[in-house]
């Protein structure tokens, strides 16, 4: 996953672009990166922030950039803001991508254009850099990034920095958002809406799907007009978000309540305690404890001074271990309870076996596992939720494998999509004897997505039904 953060002030912006940037560390933690214009020239500094936070390799650059106009990115992936020139000038360019058709556009410009990139560790090709490319094929800026948003296969939102000010794009179908906040003297842009809050900015607009704007210090002037089809990630609220963000107009913390106080009203299990996996499953306990009157306690706690998110190694045995390590009991809250525990989801389910594990190594009689989203069938097109390369990693598709013999089809996955089929039950059965629970009861598609309070047909529920 990666976020941005971008400022156009009639003042110095690097004191707004380095905390804006900052409160999207959320969001990834492998590369972080900022870029200013100022005095006819840009400055650009990345760093590698994997084994320290983005604050803390910055602060020395925030006393040598200046400029008025700024843009900044976490990321999982790629280094950027990337600086390039070509026949639009130089720019800096930043993105929020997963792009599926990487080998296809490349093949594309290496025939008829003669283009070429650098490689990254691994072979692999900048992302913004192939954007760029792409944004290079048009003879201005707006058809660039026009043309770009329309070759991509998965989902793209663009920052692009020029001297003049910075055009902002959102992905065509809005899967993720792209936000504008104001101030006196100041336009910003963002991902997380709350990251310029403390800024003392207040929202402007928040961009439609496919629109682009570009941001002066006095003006947000729209030049493509957004399209009337949105499909917003659902998992922004479930997961991604941080409980402080809000995307069209639902907050994610209320959101998290919502969808605990829908698992609990169709839920009939007898427990001691209602806890939230931290931290992403806290708020859905709170609102599930909230429903049902069982008391929200903090069984254990996560140690977050010095350890990552869990999901973030690239090695598989240090994710392990961190996701054990990380994890400090309460006993006086463990010992002979029965807890419901409630966590986002759960994908290879290696981290909830562990937990649970661990729950009763401290002396738990019970643990019923309720996650706030339903079963995960695919493997997301459109965002980078995870670094798996096969839908098999899913532990919803090895049950299905083992219970279909290995004849896994697209029909037979939509079978087990059902919450109301057999074969869905069979699924949650397998699943809840392989990692050891007390109970196992996922949260209901239509109950998560009536959380949220935006109509179905602007959501994405593709990773849950495969439909786009």
């Known amino acids: 996953m990666s976020g941005f953060f971008g400022v156009a002030s009639q003042s110095d912006c690097v004191f707004d672009l380095f905390f804006g940037v900052d409160y999207h560390s959320h969001l990834g933690t492998r590369r972080g990166g900022m870029a200013v ?3 006819g020239e840009f400055n650009r500094s990345i760093h590698n922030i994997e084994n320290a936070p983005f604050r803390t390799k910055f602060d020395a650059d925030t006393h040598e950039m200046k400029g008025k106009l700024g843009i900044g ?3 999982d992936y790629e280094p950027q803001p990337l ?9 800096a360019i930043a993105t929020i991508s997963k792009i599926n058709n990487t080998n296809e556009l490349t093949k594309e410009l290496f025939d008829e254009t003669n283009a070429h990139f650098l490689e990254m560790s691994g072979g692999e090709i900048n992302a913004t850099e192939l954007v760029a490319a792409l944004i290079n094929q048009k003879s ?3 058809e660039g990034i026009s043309y770009a948003l329309s070759r991509i296969d998965g989902c793209l939102s663009i920052l692009l920095m020029t001297p003049d000010g910075i055009y902002c794009a959102r992905d065509l179908k809005g899967r993720t958002p792209v936000v504008i906040g104001r101030k006196d003297g100041s336009f910003c842009v963002s991902f997380e809406n709350y990251a ?6 207040s929202d402007y607009k928040e961009l439609g799907p496919g629109e682009v704007v570009v941001l002066t210090d006095k003006n947000c002037i729209t030049l493509v007009n957004p399209g009337k089809e949105m499909k917003i990630c659902t998992f922004l609220w479930v997961y991604y978000g941080y409980p402080a963000s809000s995307y069209e107009g639902m907050s994610v913390e209320q959101m998290r309540y919502n969808c605990g106080a829908s698992m609990a009203k169709r839920d009939n299990v007898k427990a001691d305690i209602v806890a939230g996996v931290p931290d992403s499953g806290t708020a859905h306990a709170v609102g599930y404890a909230n429903e049902s009157g069982i008391p929200f306690s903090r069984p254990f706690i996560k140690y977050t001074p010095t350890w990552p998110r869990s999901f973030m190694p690239t090695i598989q045995s240090k994710r392990n271990l961190i996701a054990h390590m990380k994890l400090l009991a309460v006993p006086d809250l463990i010992k002979d309870k029965s807890l419901l525990l409630i966590d986002d989801s759960i994908v290879r389910g290696t981290q909830l076996r562990e937990t649970t594990e661990f729950l009763y190594e401290n002396g738990a ?3 019923h596992i309720r996650p706030a989203c339903p079963p995960l069938l695919y493997g997301c097109k459109y965002l980078n939720f995870s670094r798996s390369t096969s839908e098999m990693d899913l532990i919803t598709r090895r049950v299905i494998a083992r219970l279909e013999n290995g004849n896994v089809t697209d029909g037979i996955i939509r079978e087990y999509a059902d919450p109301e089929s057999e074969k869905y039950q069979r699924m949650v059965d397998e699943i809840c004897k392989e990692l050891h629970f007390t109970s196992l009861k996922f949260n209901r598609l239509d109950d998560m997505l009536a959380a949220t309070g935006l109509e179905k047909c602007k959501l994405c529920t593709y990773c849950w039904d495969g439909r786009e």
């Open 37 to 39: 214009y100022g005095d």
């Open 73 to 75: 990115c976490i990321s």
């Open 83 to 91: 600086l390039v020139r070509s026949h639009h000038g130089t720019y």
């Open 140 to 142: 201005n800026l707006i």
């Open 196 to 201: 310029y809050k403390n800024l003392e900015y």
């Open 365 to 367: 009689r019970e643990v």
